[in-house]
């Protein structure tokens, strides 16, 4: 059996596995502040990221794409601070914002939160405390110390008040790592340096003390060992004894010799503390006592990081492999391991106590045994109070503590024991019922009261029933805390708090009978019964029936209140509350109209019967009420006509709710009923309604009651909103007919909706006095010609007058047009001109003259208005086209005229003159329209000029446009005549540029040949010469060689480039040439020519070092190494030596290299140049000049060079140049190439590295050399993760025995991990069975499980795989092997130790079946030991079904306890089948759960009488009474048949057993019934058998006591009758009006009535205040403001 530990361990979370980087796990990489999170920064290639692991959800990891040098989370939010170089932020990643930040001006080397908000800031000499709130800066704590100089931090701690700080820091020092700690005291400001590496602080309270200490732990190992120290720092708190100082060895074990402590927590609840070692030991010690409990390697890997588990009060790390571990003490296990195990049992007391913890009953009864005997019951008293668990505190002690007599001059024993109990916790039930009687006996409720106040007495019903009898109010405060809603609520009521009690109800989730309360309350207030009544409905559901309240305010007429209660009941509007909305409103509409009323109006409720409350509504003669609930037309127009009893807007409003058909039949109702009366109110419904109910059909409407005045204020209503024609139209008409001609005007003048040709027609018909309504439409809708032929023909001239000078001047050309077009005389039309002074438009007015060829009509009031000096463009055009028809000298008007549009004149010219066309759009600067008449007329020359002078770039486009098919006539004149004539360099460059940006090279270049060529004043302009050249590139390339030769003052560089680009090689060499750019010439001929022959020969004439250097570069580019070289050589350029490396290297040219580069070493002392000049040595073979060059001053990458021989298999200048950098890895990579195995090894050994020794190891094994590979396997199975890779070489080749040796030699090493142990019993599995057992039960604990797991099961190893399951304590799996290979691995011990730890229950069954089949003479051994975790009714169930119930009777027995209905059944059948009748009589009494009534009839018809006797009692159980005497009647069990009828309380089962004695002559047994069943027996009947059967001696006793109980009760009525008699003749003499009152109130309180509420009047009020001031009194109640 496994030994037992004392802690816990558990694996919460694999890194590896949700995506961490194995190479990001690691102390600089991840963080952990708290058990709630994990900060891992990830780095791969260039994306940096953080990566935080929620430890509540560690599947779901939070990425983020932060760049930072460190993060660390919050300890208890989602709040994390980031750190990039100096710059410190704080982010709140919930609320994605910034919190805050700081830029330190030191670098932060450490950085940790040591609370929830404040991080510790570390740099190179000083230590800050940066808090989260505001904008506060971090504040400086203390300088660090010497001692820590050059040390890495690794921990910061604080205590609780952190009023004591603690640097924590590690240093290398002869081979071994130094623990360097600086204590430093906030209030003392005194720092002391300690040798240390791992410390922690925590608050103890030490035994007999009231505060707790504050303790300082740290550890250390040095030179002469390890070492803890516990001491308490600070001055000790007022009333406490000084915590004596610890100090105990840390045992190392002797395979760690380098090992030392690297984290510590301390449990603050547990009173422990755990340290953790590099190599991966836990250590756990007593705090109190400085005792090592335990000590354990639970990682084979560094734990780097760790924090304190709340969960577990423990402690939880991440190693190096990315596991989160924890560990905890066993709570269940740890006081018995101190005990048995440590042989300790004074501290198993000790944390027993400390953590009330199991495991140490049996010593606190021994020493509370002890002391009592001894007569130390104070001890004894603590003893117990201390026990964990409570196991001393119990009825059986306080009975002790109770029996024992009091010493002379001390407290008794059991007050002793109470004082403890006091002080120390609480009293359980039992104590405090204890306590309470004698306190309640001398009167002091008050300590009651103190001690529940205090939390020292645990609260029961029993208490309180108790405390009751003395004092309710404290009564009540116990059932408030022992949760006893009933009592509670009586309590309550008794104290007339009910306004507590729905809130207490609802706060323990408890109904009462709340009528039943109501009407309690309402006896005895009213206005609190209301307010009661009103806290019942305030939830949503009600906590009482809204009905059932209804009823107790009306069983009391209560209407006012009742109506308040309502209002307030039924405001959610409920749809299955409709019936008290009904009634609520009917019970006021027949007591309180107004109140109703009221009601209807704020519209509360929609769910009532709206029919009934209509008709209540008209009765009360509420008319709008009624007509609002009416649905029916005949009701509604019933109503609807009493307009005089409605307000109007009501009415109109009410209109908005009925069908057009009924709100059409409602106005023709209220219209036919009084016309005059109704008019107004109608007019006001069909204006605000006409769009729903149709205008037409309103207007038909009035129109049949011949109500044009109700037709015009309708239509006027709506007028000024309508679209409708029609309505416009009958509204003129409308407004004609009443003479509302001003209306009629407005109309015609305003609207936009009527028809023009409709309305101007009816006008005319019309013939009204005044012509203004016509004048107006006609004028707004053109009709001018018709008017003025209107007028006119009627003899109406002066409205033509006044239509021109008064309505509308600006229609005076179209009257024009009218009076000429009616032959009207000129002189009326000239005069009427003449009269006209408004604004009106000349160009129309000359339009309209000038269709009728009357133009010259105007001359003379043009004329005039031009002396008048009128500017206006009509006025100047029509005297312009008048001059120009007449021609009197229009070309001078023209020119000097500067008010004339002259685009109008122009295109009036065109036909006529188009000179004078040109001459009017060249003085508007109308250039388009110019140059169309220029073109249309072949005034080119004229164009030109124009062109020229105006510069204008647009207009140039236009004309040099391709799609222009006169642009050549217009260039030729461009050029031979319009740039001739100019001498102005701008109109020139204009041109130039047109013709540039046209596109026209050809005839740029003619034009710059005749300025630039031919002798002119831009001859030898620079710009001209350059774009002369430039666009004979681009247009006429032959041409170039000539302009250059020709020209001289252009810019050459810039011109060869352009010629480059255009592919003209040969002119830019000559430009080049011509100007001495030899550099430029040369790489003409290179790069464009691509002539290098032509190149070398122009290098050679000219011997510039720089051609040289470029026609070097040339050659090296066409793959001429040599030739390259030998010009680099010339022109002593090393500059591309990068270049010429890489050629010669590509055509193995290293000779060559070799001249190359010594030039080059002289020029350059570059590094790349020395190391390849040592490679190019080392290709060429010149080992020599190699040694040479190595072994004088060089800046050689040697490593370099030797890796590349290394690859190209140059193994003999790479040894040499290995040695040369003592590369000692390599050096035995290439000693394995060249075969020397022996020197190999020695280098690996200097190497010291992994993949040295694994290259080695392997070449080793491949050579057979399997002792020097053995010596190179021992440095590689210590790295856990080279493990593998080293085993599936040597078994892919078969080499399994030399594997095996390997790994057993390699347990031995100090190293040794997880991984060698899991391997060597993989590879026992396979390939050597028998050591498998021998190796896991030395090794369990140190090898991987499930992998071995795994292998043992493939091997089919049944023993070994069991043991492995129970060790990894998969104790399912284990059983389920046993049950499946019982030959080969049962062992029963194990097998029932192992079941009761399984999870899966099933298994228990199966077991049951497998020792069934196998084993079932162990069977009730197994029961026993499953008996907790059975399902005993599916047990049974298999037992009976395969029929072996017998088999495990006493297991059965047993589990009886349970009152199981299965098992019951079954123990009962068993009893019958064995007719064991005493034992089912038992079963019977004590188990109840089965079938009564199934088994009662089974055994009615037993052959043995005593079970159907048993049959009878179940009967009786079963309340059969008659069946039971029935069956104790045919069996003469005259006994139990009596004492059943007796028990029935039947009469009629009572008297029938009676007439049955009598009948079988049983007269003994029937005077025995008169005794037994006296009760149920009536004497007549008694009286009447007796007399029959002549046996009244046997009767008699039974009438004597009859008569003797009924002289009693007559006594008693007598006297109480006489009392009462007294009473009443004591109630006649009291007053009637203020009599004692039988209420809970001590009497009637007078009448006020409360705001917001029914005010309730007294009877003799109510009866003398009249009926018709009932409602007004209502509303002064306040009722109306409630709503």
């Not at 019936?579 to 009532?608: C, K, W």
């Not at 029914?1654 to 409630?1682: D, F, K, R, S």
Request: hydrophobic share 40%.
């Amino acid at each position: 059996m496994a030994q037992v530990m004392p802690i816990r361990f558990q694996e919460h979370l694999q890194l590896t596995n949700i995506g961490i980087n194995s190479a990001n796990i690691g102390f600089s990489m991840i963080t952990m502040e708290s058990d709630k999170f994990i900060c891992i920064r990830e780095k791969n290639g260039d994306q940096s990221q953080v990566v935080i692991v929620d430890m509540a959800d560690p599947n779901n990891p939070i990425r983020r794409p932060i760049s930072a040098d460190s993060a660390i989370m919050n300890p208890s939010s989602k709040v994390i601070a980031l750190k990039a170089g100096r710059t410190l932020q704080i982010f709140n990643l919930e609320m994605k914002s910034k919190i805050k930040a700081h830029v330190s001006n030191e670098d932060v080397i450490f950085w940790k939160w040591i609370s929830v908000n404040t991080i510790a800031l570390v740099t190179e000499n000083t230590v800050y405390h940066w808090p989260m709130e505001g904008d506060a800066l971090p504040q400086k704590v203390f300088d660090r110390h010497s001692t820590l100089k050059g040390c890495q931090i690794i921990n910061y701690r604080t205590d609780e008040a952190m009023k004591w700080l603690l640097l924590v820091g590690i240093s290398a020092q002869q081979q071994r790592v130094v623990g360097a700690m600086q204590l430093y005291s906030v209030d003392r400001n005194v720092s002391q340096p300690i040798e240390g590496h791992a410390a922690a602080f925590v608050p103890f309270t030490v035994e007999g003390n009231k505060n707790p200490s504050n303790i300082f732990a740290f550890s250390v190992r040095n030179q002469t060992g390890g070492k803890l120290h516990i001491i308490e720092v600070g001055a000790p708190a007022e009333g406490n004894t000084a915590f004596t100082k610890k100090t105990v060895d840390v045992f190392f074990p002797a395979e760690a010799p380098n090992d030392f402590p690297v984290a510590m927590q301390a449990s603050k609840e547990h009173g422990l503390l755990y340290m953790i070692t590099k190599y991966g030991y836990i250590h756990l010690y007593d705090i109190e006592t400085g005792t090592c409990i335990y000590m354990n390697r639970i990682s084979g890997d560094t734990i780097f990081v760790t924090a304190p588990h709340e969960a577990s009060n423990g402690i939880v790390g991440v190693n190096r492999k990315g596991q989160v571990l924890s560990v905890s003490i066993d709570e269940d296990n740890i006081v018995g391991y101190i005990t048995n195990q440590l042989k300790n049992p004074e501290l198993a007391l000790k944390i027993s106590v400390r953590c009330n913890l199991a495991g140490a009953e049996e010593l606190f009864v021994r020493r509370f045994n002890m002391l009592f005997g001894q007569g130390q019951y104070s001890e004894a008293a603590k003893v117990a109070a201390s026990a964990p668990k409570g196991i001393l505190r119990t009825p059986q002690t306080i009975q002790r503590f109770q029996q024992c007599p009091a010493q002379p001059g001390q407290a008794s024993p059991l007050l002793q024991y109470f004082s403890i109990l006091l002080e120390t916790s609480q009293l359980n039930k039992a104590e405090s019922l204890e306590l309470a009687r004698p306190v309640l006996q001398q009167g002091r409720n008050q300590l009651l009261e103190k001690w529940l106040v205090e939390g020292k007495l645990e609260c029961s019903e029993e208490l309180g029933d108790l405390i009751k009898a003395h004092d309710s109010t404290l009564a009540l405060s116990v059932y408030l805390r022992a949760n006893i809603p009933q009592k509670v609520i009586i309590c309550f009521a008794e104290t007339n708090q009910f306004q507590k009690i729905v809130l207490y109800a609802k706060k323990v989730a408890y109904t009462p009978d709340y009528i039943f309360l109501l009407r309690n309350v309402m006896r005895g207030n009213v206005e609190n019964g209301a307010a009661f009544a009103g806290m019942l409905v305030q939830d949503d559901p009600p906590l009482a029936d809204i009905e059932s309240i209804t009823n107790v305010f009306m069983e009391q007429n209560l209407i006012p209140q009742c109506t308040s209660f309502l209002l307030d009941a039924l405001k959610h509007n409920k749809p299955e509350e409709g019936h008290l909305q009904t009634r609520l409103l009917e019970m006021n509409l027949m007591s309180a109209p107004q109140v109703a009323d009221a009601i209807l109006g704020n519209q509360m409720f929609t769910h009532y019967d709206r029919a009934h409350i209509a008709q209540l509504c008209e009765q009360a003669q509420l008319l709008q009420r009624a007509l609002e609930h009416y649905t029916d037309i005949f009701d509604i127009k019933r109503a609807i006509v009493h307009t005089h009893l409605l307000k109007p807007e009501w009415l109109v409003e009410y209109f908005g709710s009925l069908s057009v058909d009924d709100s059409l039949e409602c106005l023709k109702a209220m219209l036919t009923a009084n016309l005059r009366q109704n008019l107004q109110i109608c007019v006001q419904i069909a204006g605000k309604y006409h769009e729903q109910l149709g205008t037409t059909k309103l207007i038909e409407l009035f129109e049949s009651f011949k109500s044009f005045e109700g037709l015009f204020y309708f239509l006027g209503s709506i007028v000024n909103f309508s679209q409708e024609a029609e309505v416009h139209f009958r509204y003129i008409q409308a407004a004609c007919k009443t003479g509302q001609i001003k209306e009629v005007e407005r109309i015609c003048r305003e609207s936009s909706c009527y028809d023009p040709e409709r309305v101007k027609n009816f006008l005319k018909e019309a013939k009204l006095a005044d012509q203004l309504p016509l004048i107006i439409v006609c004028d707004r809708f053109n009709f001018v010609h018709d008017l003025v032929m209107y007028l006119y023909k009627n003899n109406l001239q002066k409205y033509i007058e006044i239509y021109v000078q008064k309505v509308n001047p600006s229609r005076l050309p179209a009257v024009v047009g009218g009076l000429l077009d009616v032959d009207c005389a000129e002189d009326i039309v000239k005069n009427l001109i003449l009269t006209v002074r408004g604004q009106f438009s000349t160009d129309e007015l000359v339009e309209e003259v000038e269709k009728r060829n009357r133009l010259k009509l105007l001359m003379p009031w043009l004329e005039g208005r031009v002396h008048e000096g009128v500017n206006e463009p009509a006025t100047h055009n029509a005297l312009a086209k008048i001059y120009i028809d007449s021609n009197n000298n229009p070309e001078r008007f023209l020119k000097e005229n500067q008010f004339y549009d002259s685009e109008v004149i122009g295109k009036y010219c065109e036909k006529r003159d188009p000179h004078l066309a040109c001459v009017s759009y060249e003085r508007g600067g109308c250039d388009m329209e110019l140059i169309r008449v220029c073109n249309a007329n072949s005034l080119f020359k004229y164009a030109a000029r124009h062109l020229v002078r105006k510069r204008d770039q647009p207009l140039w486009e236009h004309v040099l446009n391709p799609e222009n098919t006169f642009r050549r006539p217009l260039i030729d004149q461009v050029v031979q005549t319009a740039l001739s004539e100019t001498q102005d360099a701008d109109d020139v460059s204009t041109t130039v540029r047109a013709f540039m940006a046209a596109d026209l090279p050809n005839e740029l270049i003619e034009l710059l040949e005749k300025i630039v060529l031919e002798n002119s004043v831009f001859s030898d302009h620079r710009n001209l010469q350059n774009l002369l050249i430039l666009t004979a590139v681009k247009a006429d390339p032959t041409r170039v060689m000539e302009y250059i030769t020709r020209l001289d003052n252009y810019d050459a560089p810039d011109i060869a480039n352009i010629a480059i680009t255009n592919q003209l090689f040969e002119e830019a060499f000559a430009i080049f040439k011509k100007f001495d750019v030899n550099t430029s010439a040369v790489q003409v001929l290179i790069e464009h020519v691509k002539n290098l022959d032509r190149a070398y020969e122009f290098a050679e004439r000219c011997n510039d070092p720089t051609v040289w250097s470029e026609l070097a570069r040339a050659q090296l580019n066409s793959g001429a190494v040599k030739d390259a070289i030998d010009s680099f050589i010339k022109a002593d350029d090393p500059s591309a030596y990068l270049d010429v490396i890489e050629a010669a290297r590509a055509n193995d040219g290293y000779e060559d290299m070799v001249r190359y580069l010594q030039m080059a070493r002289k020029k350059a002392r570059e590094a790349i140049i020395e190391t390849e000049l040592v490679f190019a040595y080392a290709k060429v073979n010149r080992l020599a000049d190699l040694e040479e060059f190595i072994s004088s001053p060089n800046i050689a990458q040697i490593q370099q060079v030797g890796d590349r021989c290394y690859d190209e298999g140059l193994y003999e200048p790479a040894r040499i140049l290995y040695n040369n950098v003592s590369n000692y890895a390599r050096l035995a990579s290439t000693l394995v190439h060249l075969g020397e195995y022996q020197a190999a090894v020695d280098g690996a050994r200097k190497a010291n590295s992994t993949k040295t020794w694994k290259e080695v190891c392997f070449a080793c094994v491949e050579a057979g050399e399997f002792r020097m590979a053995q010596m190179c396997g021992l440095h590689i199975v210590v790295h856990a993760d080279e493990l593998e890779e080293l085993i599936g070489h040597y078994q892919s080749r078969g080499f399994f025995q030399e594997l095996i040796q390997l790994l057993e030699a390699a347990l031995g090493l100090e190293r040794a991990h997880m991984g060698m142990f899991t391997e060597l019993a993989i590879l026992y599995s396979k390939y050597n069975t028998p050591k498998m057992r021998e190796h896991l039960e030395l090794f369990w604990s140190r090898v991987n499980i499930p992998k071995v797991l795994r292998a043992a099961e493939q091997a089919h190893l049944w023993p070994e795989l069991v043991f492995l399951y129970d060790k990894y304590e998969e104790y399912d799996n284990a059983i389920q092997t046993m049950m499946s290979h019982p030959t080969q691995c049962w062992k029963e011990a194990m097998f029932k130790d192992i079941i009761t730890k399984v999870a899966n229950i099933e298994l228990y069954y199966k077991a049951l079946s497998h020792y069934l089949e196998f084993k079932p003479m162990l069977l009730n051994d197994l029961l026993l030991v499953l008996t907790p975790r059975l399902d005993h009714t599916r047990a049974v169930g298999y037992f009976q079904k395969v029929g072996q119930l017998s088999l495990v009777l006493p297991y059965v027995k047993s589990v009886q306890s349970h009152n199981n209905k299965v098992i019951n059944e079954a123990l009962n059948n068993s009893y019958i089948e064995n007719e064991d009748y005493d034992s089912l009589r038992e079963s019977i009494d004590n188990f109840n759960n089965f079938d009564n009534i199934a088994l009662a009839q089974r055994m009615e018809k037993h052959e043995l009488i005593e079970f159907r006797r048993i049959a009878a009692y179940l009967f009786k159980m079963n309340n059969r009474w008659k069946q039971a005497v029935e069956l104790c009647k045919k069996d003469h069990l005259y006994k139990d048949a009596m004492e059943y009828a007796a028990e029935s309380r039947d009469t009629e089962i009572s008297e029938t057993l009676m007439g049955w004695f009598l009948d079988n002559e049983n007269y003994e047994s029937f005077a025995a019934g008169t005794f037994v069943m006296y009760d149920m027996l009536r004497p007549d009947v008694i009286l009447e058998l007796g007399w029959r059967h002549n046996i009244m001696d046997f009767a008699m006793p039974y009438l004597i006591q009859c008569v003797r109980e009924y002289t009693l009760k007559v006594d008693k009525l007598e006297v109480s009758d006489e009392t009462r008699t007294k009473e009443a003749e004591t109630n006649n003499q009291q007053p009637l009006v203020l009599g004692e009152q039988l209420m809970i109130t001590s009497g009637p309180a007078p009448y006020s009535p409360m705001p917001g509420m029914y005010a309730a009047p007294p009877q003799q009020m109510q009866q003398q205040m009249p009926q018709q001031q009932m409602p007004q009194q209502l509303y002064n109640g306040g009722y109306v403001g409630t709503m």
